[in-house]
């Protein structure tokens, strides 16, 4: 698991469009990750990611280019190459049983909880 939070250093038009570059800067940080272990004899074949972005989701798994999304750097689409060659799997995950909310949203004592026993703390 690795963890980064940042403001991104573009301007975004939609909360789509935001996500997706996530997905991309965090595809980067896989592909790192991947190899990094892998010299250290750690080979990982499986690399699933997790967003609670279905639109986004959507967006990366379609080949195809539409209006609504013309406006997206080209260099933010290479998640969708690395969809189809099977090097990331990206899946769904819903927004109540996301730890990373915990580092960009007001959570409830609840949510806080599953937060911190996500990422092994004491609570």
Known sequence: MSWKSKLQDRVAVSTMEVEYVAISEAAKEMIWL????????KEQDDAPMFSDSQSAISL???PVFH???K???LRYHFIRELINDGDLSLLKILGSENPT??????VTID?????????GLQG
């Open 111 to 119: 949510k806080l909880r599953l937060c911190i026993s996500s990422v």
């Open 67 to 69: 209006s609504g999304c």
């Open 60 to 62: 990366a798994k379609n």
């Open 71 to 73: 406006h997206i750097q």
């Open 34 to 41: 991947k190899i990094f272990l892998n010299e250290l004899g």
């Open 101 to 106: 909310d915990m580092l960009t949203k007001v």
